[in-house]
């Protein structure tokens, strides 16, 4: 069984998930495996506008089953939002799938960041890298 992969060699905007949406109708699955709802991609189908931040982008495409894999680091409510925002819309999210290996992040460890930075007097920029790192030890 033939894949095709469509992988970013950059941390910034590099069109991943314009080039996924346009690949969307030819694949089986959209599988986000890695990243956080600190950024995401918007994706324009004729005039309407979705910001996608932990939903793949394949979410948008009928046929397509959507994965959310186990490199993703999932804040539920964030998660909860995004698919109520979309189940508004018409998009239908039933096919989605989560990866029982996905990270949580929880408010639990936005506190523990913050009380941590505040101890130690800085800031990483990002609310579960810490976190990530002191689990990993």
């Not at 394949?58 to 804040?75: A, C, E, M, Q, T």
């Not at 998009?91 to 639990?108: C, E, Q, R, V, W």
């Amino acid at each position: 069984m033939p894949a095709l992969v469509l992988l970013g060699a950059q941390w910034g905007d590099e069109g991943k998930g314009k080039a996924t949406d346009l690949l969307g109708d030819r694949v089986d699955y959209v599988v986000r495996y890695q990243g956080g709802n600190n950024a995401g991609h918007t994706v324009v189908i004729g005039d309407q506008k979705y910001a996608l931040h932990l939903l793949p982008s394949g979410i948008l495409s009928p046929n397509v089953i959507p994965v959310i894999g186990n490199g993703v680091v999932i804040d539920p409510s964030v998660l909860l939002e995004e698919i109520r925002g979309l189940n508004e819309r018409g998009i239908d999210t039933s096919k989605l799938l989560i990866s029982t290996n996905a990270h949580l992040i929880t408010p639990y460890h936005r506190t523990i960041d913050k009380v941590s930075e505040r101890f130690l007097g800085k800031s990483n920029g990002s609310p579960c890298c810490s976190c990530l790192r002191r689990s990993s030890l």
